[in-house]
């Protein structure tokens, strides 16, 4: 079975600065797809960025980048200038190519706090 | 709105009362994903439909938790006899069968006293 691991229960960050969110996991798969999701307090989950294992070129939106290490099976997030709005939960999260229910693997999150 | 939603947006209930919760997914998304989520924790699988099947069930949904997708619109949950156990935030999610992200919705946020 997969496993996604977050291992900083919570991060801060100034206003402007860059923080990092680690992520790792565990799979027997070669071919996967790892995504970062945020949770504002009290707001649905939206997708932030999306990494496919087979890309080695890593995955950028806006402030938003990965480091994806395939090797050492880790997916950490990097964001830039961050802003108060950033401050929530985020997910990492794994799901296998061939698998038709597409369902999601999730790790169990880092809270982060932007200070102003 | 044309997002997904959930509905009621809290329940709060009390042990052994049964609970159901509705799901309305993004219009034409063929699949609809639950999963619960409790208190600093990451979302957890519970089920899929594809269209009004239930392709699969995670060991998580015990015998007390039925979903249903009646022609492939939206879904219900519902948990029978809950217990303080199944106290957490319910989530749906939708995609269209061409699409790898899935879009979730604000959750039903359980209570069970």
């Known amino acids: 079975a997969q496993t996604v691991t977050q291992s900083q229960p919570e991060m801060s960050v100034q206003e402007a600065e860059t923080v990092t969110l680690s992520c790792t996991y565990d799979?027997?798969?070669?071919?996967?797809?790892l995504f970062w999701y945020k949770q504002p307090p009290s707001r649905q989950m939206i997708l932030v960025i999306r990494q496919e294992a087979y890309k080695q070129q890593n995955a950028t939106e806006n402030r938003f980048s990965v480091n994806f290490q395939k090797a050492a099976k880790s997916f950490s997030l990097k964001i830039s200038d961050s802003q108060l709005g950033d401050a929530a939960m985020y997910f990492c999260?794994?799901?296998?190519?061939?698998?038709?229910?597409?369902?999601?693997?999730f790790g169990g999150g880092t809270r982060l706090m932007v200070k102003p | 709105d044309t997002g997904v939603s959930q509905d009621p947006r809290h329940k709060i209930t009390k042990r052994g009362q049964n609970v159901t919760f509705r799901c309305d997914p993004i219009s034409e998304h063929n699949r609809l994903y639950w999963y619960r989520q409790t208190l600093g924790q990451g979302p957890e699988f519970l089920t899929y439909?594809?269209?009004?099947?239930?392709?699969?069930k995670s060991r998580l949904l015990s015998d007390r938790f039925s979903a249903e997708r009646p022609k492939g619109s939206f879904s219900t949950l519902e948990i029978q006899r809950t217990e303080q156990g199944d106290s957490a935030m319910y989530l749906c999610?939708?995609?269209?069968?061409?699409?790898?992200?899935?879009?979730f919705g604000p959750g039903t946020r359980l209570t069970v006293l």
């Open positions: 999260a794994y799901r296998r190519i061939n698998n038709a229910g597409n369902m999601l693997t």
């Open positions: 799979t027997s798969e070669s071919d996967y797809y």
């Open positions: 999610a939708s995609r269209p069968g061409t699409y790898n992200e899935q879009f």
């Open positions: 439909f594809q269209n009004e099947a239930q392709l699969e």
